[in-house]
């Protein structure tokens, strides 16, 4: 069988081919490196700089940084509390026990910052912004803020009362046990042949005993400190209702200067109107003498040429 010359058809479309790329790379609007938007479209587009973010961002992101802080040391306190109230009751671990104590504190420091980080953040977004919808924007984030602190402290109350509650059952139904196994030592109705049996069963019940007072001391220890805490947080919950009033009251005070803002406003535009008004007037009443002078005059001088 006779080959094919495919030597011409090979040369054909390898020149094809090279005139095809040439004018692929003439075309520059159909290059993929080209943008897709032209330079002259950027001047319509609005660039916003760092520098020109809002004042109150960086301060309600240090807040933000601050809350998630605090929730990260509840949540701590809370799987350090339920240790406590699950270990056996005569273990002592006094490394849990300061710690809880510590994290009380530093809990407690954490919200007194940052209520005076929220006290700072409303007093700020009480001043006047540049434009009413930034005025705006800035009064939701400081109540959005004001009401996380208030969640956060009132979990804080809660966290420490249920341990508080958990700790007084505990020590309730210890005091139970310890009331059934109590005996009097000195009146024995055994005889004297059985008086090493009653020194040893009383040397046992001392052993026993010991124990079980220290960790009753411990346990009105703990609730002590825990009491501590919640009076701490009750005074933030005063602070905060006082804030609160006070917030009432400024809320007032500017309701009453938009009032008088809008009274004035209103005379004013009457007062305005009538100076409109007045102006029209005087300036009909001098085009009508302007009119009436120009008629006599001319009446005058038809009058000489006649």
Not at 41 to 58: K, Q, S, T
Not at 155 to 174: G, T, W
Not at 248 to 260: G, N
Not at 263 to 279: H, M, T, W, Y
């Amino acid at each position: 069988m006779s080959s094919r010359n495919l030597t011409s058809n090979f040369l054909e479309f390898r020149n094809r081919a090279s005139q095809n790329r040439t004018n692929h790379a003439d075309n520059s609007k159909w290059d993929d490196r080209n943008p897709l938007l032209n330079d002259d479209e950027d001047d319509d587009v609005v660039h916003f700089e760092r520098n020109d973010a809002f004042l109150w961002m960086e301060f309600h992101r240090k807040i933000q940084s601050q809350f998630g802080e605090i929730r990260n040391q509840i949540k701590k306190l809370q799987q350090l509390q339920a240790k406590c109230l699950t270990r056996q009751v005569f273990d002592e671990d006094a490394h849990s026990d300061s710690e809880i104590r510590l994290i009380t504190k530093d809990i407690t420091s954490m919200l007194d910052n940052c209520q005076m980080s929220v006290q700072k953040f409303s007093s700020f977004a009480k001043k006047s912004q540049a434009n009413s919808y930034e005025q705006q924007l800035v009064s939701n984030a400081a109540q959005a803020t004001f009401n996380t602190f208030q969640d956060l402290a009132l979990k804080f109350n809660q966290c420490q009362s249920n341990y508080v509650r958990k700790l007084q059952s505990q020590k309730d139904k210890l005091d139970q046990v310890t009331s059934h196994i109590a005996i009097d030592m000195y009146a024995s109705p055994f005889g004297d042949n059985e008086f090493d049996q009653i020194s040893l069963l009383s040397e046992v019940q001392q052993q026993s005993a010991s124990p079980v007072d220290e960790y009753t001391t411990w346990r009105e220890k703990e609730l002590r400190d825990t009491y501590e805490s919640i009076q701490e947080v009750n005074t933030i919950f005063m602070n905060i209702s006082t804030m609160i009033s006070n917030q009432k009251a400024s809320i007032d005070q500017i309701e009453c200067v938009i009032c008088d803002s809008i009274n004035s406003v209103e005379q004013g535009n009457k007062e305005l109107v009538k100076a409109v008004q007045r102006q029209q007037r005087s300036l009909k009443i001098k085009l009508i003498l302007f009119g009436i002078g120009i008629f006599i005059l001319l009446f005058v001088l038809f009058i000489s040429y006649i």
